[in-house]
T-cell receptor, first 115, second 115 residues
Framework: GAGVSQSPRYKVTKRGQDVALRCDPI?????LYWYRQALGQGPEFLTY????????KSGLPNDRFSAERPEGSISTLTIQRTEQRDSAMYRC?????????????FGSGTQLSVL | GNSVTQMEGPVTLSEEAFLTINCTYT??????LFWYVQYPGEGLQLLLK?????DKGSNKGFEATYRKETTSFHLEKGSVQVSDSAVYFC??????????????FGKGTLLTVNP
């Protein structure tokens, strides 16, 4: 596609439910990143993939958070048993080069609200 | 650890005014420095970058110089336009060799330019 596409744009869920956030990177981009942005803050790194391999998941807050990119393209970030503190904007980015070098292209994000 | 401190907004200017958004950083090693911009309803976009001390990044009339002695990377533009209204994020990477994997962002500065 023309840019990084994220869906849904908005997600409202009840505490305790699982959610899955989708990211469709720019075609041919090797690297994919997930960031989380709280209101009034800058984005914070969650995890990073090269092709289908998850290279770094050190930013995932706890084991309720997981991410996959099984075919090296679309990625899903899953949050299990959501809590109110998980409410934030979740941003995906991709880059053409491997190992994170190069320019990042961000999607518009998924705004998650946990009630 | 690494951190970025940005001038707090919001910043409101008239068209053709001079813009400065201050950014200072704390980092080990030799990070690369970035300015990202987020226009309303869109994802973050790389505006400019600098990979070593005394480098100047520039794009669309914006400039920033990597000052190691003052650990700063202030964003400037000589004459702003209404279309420059956006949120600006200063960032650094934790990688080496110019990699922008695992960015650390500032909180962002909202700029509004009035006609």
């Amino acid at each position: 596609g023309a840019g990084v596409s994220q869906s849904p744009r908005y997600k409202v869920t009840k505490r305790g439910q699982d959610v899955a956030l989708r990211c469709d990177p720019i075609s041919g981009h090797v690297s994919l990143y997930w960031y989380r942005q709280a209101l009034g803050q800058g984005p914070e790194f969650l995890t990073y993939f090269n092709y289908e391999a998850q290279q770094d998941k050190s930013g995932l807050p706890n084991d309720r958070f997981s991410a996959e990119r099984p075919e090296g393209s679309i990625s899903t970030l899953t949050i299990q048993r959501t809590e109110q503190r998980d409410s934030a904007m979740y941003r995906c980015a991709s880059s053409l080069a491997a190992r994170g070098a190069g320019k990042l292209f961000f999607g518009s994000g998924t705004q998650l609200s946990v009630l | 650890g690494n951190s970025v401190t940005q001038m707090e907004g919001p910043v409101t200017l008239s068209e053709e005014a001079f813009l400065t958004i201050n950014c200072t950083y704390t980092a080990t090693g030799y990070p690369s420095l970035f300015w990202y911009v987020q226009y309303p309803g869109e994802g973050l976009q790389l505006l400019l970058k600098a990979t070593k001390a005394d480098d100047k990044g520039s794009n669309k009339g914006f400039e920033a110089t990597y000052r190691k002695e003052t650990t700063s990377f202030h964003l400037e533009k000589g004459s702003v336009q209404v279309s420059d209204s956006a949120v600006y994020f200063c960032a650094l990477d934790r990688g080496s060799g110019g990699s922008n994997y695992k960015l650390t962002f500032g909180k962002g500065t909202l700029l509004t330019v009035n006609p």
